[in-house]
């Protein structure tokens, strides 16, 4: 079978395991990450100094060790600890970890970017503290930190073929399944990396329209 | 009795004593105006008749609900007295995300938990008062200056306070907007509201006011009827700080003229019109 006729055979196989693997597991993480990321910079944020510690432990022991042994150790800490769980779910645990450090400090920056004016103004019409976060600072917060969190967005996609070392049949995962009886990775894993290209690409398109969109609103 | 008593309240900020013993009383349905020169503490004070800031010790009292800042009054006290004001912003500090109705519901919503419908009702209500019935969808950055600072004057009426504080709620427009603010703002003072407000605005403190007090590095140096403390004012301190709001370009070694004896007030404007100064332009 000649490298040409390999690739085209085994393009809808790819696409599928990303639209089953890559892209669930990029959104799931992602989605999970940020409801963490948000607690982190909160933490970091709060006037309980015991809570702002332990968010900054967390934050560098994410940022202090490698994704792929973040990954190792809840792919074999949970068996360990009785959880039994499939490949996937550990994986989307892991890295919603992951998420939660690196965006959780990019979030803890945008709060802090909101001018001081919007907490005043958010007490003087007496809301309440997390009525003040949830209506009037977290809106533009994120407003702020979305450059930066689409950027981590994209990172994460490329970050979830790591996902294939502990099995689970994401997108490498698939190509490398798929050349294994061919010996043909060399086809394989470049076929892999343009659809990778081809879908952040396409979010790096999705980025720059909502930035343009949201940018009117941000006033700092 | 006074809607508003302050007693004894005292603030610093680390070493820097801001406020130092004040003593304020602000009758119901009147208007009173704080005038003095930048840092002696007016947006301090302001900020601790509701809450915004922590005083260390003395008593603020609106309309029977009191707090005493020496026994570390609760948060539900603190809301209380909040709930008992409206206050205005030199930075109007609306919020961007939010149509101009959206700022003004969201207290009455989403802090004092009065119902939708009735806070689009009054909502609209107010922006009808103060000239923006027909801007009721748009975003804070699609208004000039000038109805911006309108709908944060709408936002602290949604909250149906007792008492209305504005912090140098012109300082920060353009000239020739400035009038449109004050004018809200006097007929609000016609319609009772009581109200103490921080301005350099002297003819608009001249006209609306009941009450006038020169505070000067964290206490009121001076207070009274308006026409005696901003254009006869007794105190030196007074004096001196009036002469450079009227005339910034004077010589500040000359002694004080009152306006309304000679012809200061046809005097040139000023060429260059400073943040504190730019009240003259309003009165020539
Ligand atoms: N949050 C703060 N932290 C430290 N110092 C402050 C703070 N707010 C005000 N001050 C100080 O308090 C003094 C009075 O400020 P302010 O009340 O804003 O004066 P004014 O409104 O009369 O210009 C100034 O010396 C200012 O630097
Ligand atoms: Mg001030």
Not at chain 1, 173 to 180: C, E, L, V
Not at chain 2, 115 to 124: D, P
Not at chain 2, 176 to 195: H, S
């Amino acid at each position: 079978m000649n490298h040409w006729q390999l690739a085209v055979d085994s393009f809808w196989p790819l696409v599928w395991a990303s639209v089953a693997g890559t892209i669930p597991l990029t959104l799931l993480s992602f989605a999970f990450g940020l409801v963490l990321a948000v607690l982190v910079a909160l933490a970091r944020l709060s006037s309980l100094k015991p809570v702002a510690l332990i968010g900054q432990f967390y934050v560098s022991v994410i940022r202090g060790t490698p994704l792929l042994v973040q990954l190792f150790i809840i792919f074999y800490a949970l068996p360990f600890m009785g959880v039994l769980l499939d490949p996937y779910p550990s994986a989307v645990i892991a890295f919603s970890v992951n998420v939660g450090g690196y965006a959780g400090e990019t979030i803890r920056g945008a709060i802090l970017a909101v001018p001081k004016g919007q907490w005043e103004a958010a007490a003087a019409v007496t809301l309440d503290y997390w009525r003040t976060l949830r209506r009037v600072i977290l809106p533009q917060a994120f407003r702020i930190a979305i450059p930066p969190l689409s950027n981590t967005f994209i990172g994460l996609v490329k970050d979830t073929s790591l996902a294939s070392i502990v099995m689970v049949t994401e997108l490498l995962r698939r190509s490398q399944i798929i050349a294994t009886p061919t010996y043909d990775f060399l086809t394989m894993y470049t076929e892999a990396a343009l659809i990778y290209w081809l879908i952040c690409t396409v979010l790096s398109f999705a980025q720059k329209r909502v930035e343009v969109r949201l940018s009117k609103y941000v006033t700092v | 009795m006074a809607l508003l008593e302050i007693r004894e309240l005292h603030k610093s900020f680390g070493d820097n004593q801001v406020l130092r013993g004040i003593q304020l009383d602000v009758p119901a349905g009147s208007v009173t105006v704080i005038v003095g020169p930048s840092g002696c503490g007016k947006t301090t004070l302001l900020r601790c008749v509701n809450g915004l800031e922590k005083p260390e010790s003395g008593r603020v009292t609106i309309d029977s609900t009191s707090v005493d800042w020496v026994s570390k009054p609760s948060k539900q006290e603190i809301h209380e007295l909040r709930a008992k004001t409206g206050f205005v912003f030199q930075a109007h500090h609306l919020f961007p995300h939010r149509t101009a109705l959206e700022n003004v519901i969201e207290g009455p919503i989403y802090g004092q938990g009065k119902s939708r419908e009735w806070a689009v009702g009054y909502g609209m209500e107010l922006l009808e008062q103060v000239g923006l019935a027909d801007r009721a969808g748009a975003f804070p950055h699609e208004l000039s200056g000038g109805q911006q600072q309108r709908v944060g004057i709408a936002r602290a009426l949604a909250l149906q306070p007792k008492l209305l504080l504005f912090d140098e709620p012109t300082s920060a427009l353009d000239p020739e907007i400035v009038g449109d603010v004050l004018q809200v703002m006097r007929n609000l003072a016609r319609q009772g509201w009581t109200m103490v407000v921080v301005t350099h605005e002297i003819h608009f403190a001249t006209q609306v006011a009941n009450q006038a007090v020169f505070m000067d590095q964290g206490q009121i140096v001076e207070q009274g009827d308006p026409q005696q403390v901003l254009l006869n004012p007794k105190q030196p301190r007074t004096q001196e700080f009036l002469r450079r709001v009227l005339d910034p370009l004077a010589d500040s070694d000359a002694p004080f003229v009152s306006p309304t004896e000679t012809s200061a007030v046809d005097a040139p404007a000023p060429l260059i019109s400073s943040g504190e100064g730019h009240g003259v332009g309003g009165h020539a």
